[in-house]
């Protein structure tokens, strides 16, 4: 399986019961057939200050480093306040710097997203989307992944209890790998 294509996943919660990173981890099972999902620790990057741009913090380095290393990125995003958390867009904007050492342009993305609430991260993930657009991410159309958080939606060991969702996430999966191998070239 080491021909798999490599996937950094960037979980826009640094919380531990994150209920995305568990969303993060299920996909990446659902899926570890195909893809090679791995999440990044970007815990340690600080608020960007464009003072600090010419010479950044280590954990800036390390983080773009990751991304560098990757074929594709997959966000899994929270929705706070109908928009991405700031730590996903801080984040996101030091991967984008300096101007001609960004790590973004052209590079296969796609969104995901969970909540307890009724609308699935869909405003979120719109807001994420024109930001990637911005910075010339290639982010895949469909499918689209939404989803409502309810513990029993999990199996005991991090699967998808719905086998038609496991199914969804399964082909998404395909889909993702061909978008990542067309993107890539
Ligand atoms: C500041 C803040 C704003 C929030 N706004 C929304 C929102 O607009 N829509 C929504 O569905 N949930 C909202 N929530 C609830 C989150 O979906 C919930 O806290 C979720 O568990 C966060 O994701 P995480 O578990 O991965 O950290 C908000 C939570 C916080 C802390």
Do not use: C
Request: charged residues 20%.
């Amino acid at each position: 399986m080491s021909d798999r294509p490599k996937v950094a996943v960037i979980v826009g919660s640094l919380r531990a019961q994150s209920v995305n990173r568990r969303l993060a981890e299920a996909i990446a099972k659902t899926v570890a057939g195909k893809l090679d999902l791995q999440i990044v620790d970007y815990a340690d990057v600080p608020l960007y200050n464009q003072d600090h741009e010419a010479d950044p913090p280590a954990a800036v380095i390390a983080f773009k480093d990751a991304l560098k290393a990757a074929d594709a990125v997959l966000f899994v995003t929270p929705e706070y306040n109908r928009s991405m958390p700031g730590v996903l867009k801080n984040a996101i904007d030091w991967a984008s710097r300096p101007p001609g050492q960004g790590v973004w342009s052209g590079k296969p993305a796609a969104i995901a997203g969970a909540t307890p609430g009724a609308v699935g991260t869909a405003a979120a993930q719109v807001d994420l989307r024109n930001v990637l657009t911005a910075i010339n991410v290639a982010v895949m159309g469909m499918p689209q992944i939404y989803f409502t958080h309810k513990d029993e939606h999990y199996t005991a060991d991090g699967g998808f209890s719905d086998p038609k969702f496991a199914a969804f996430i399964e082909g998404w999966g395909d889909k993702f790998a061909a978008w990542i191998a067309k993107m890539n070239g």
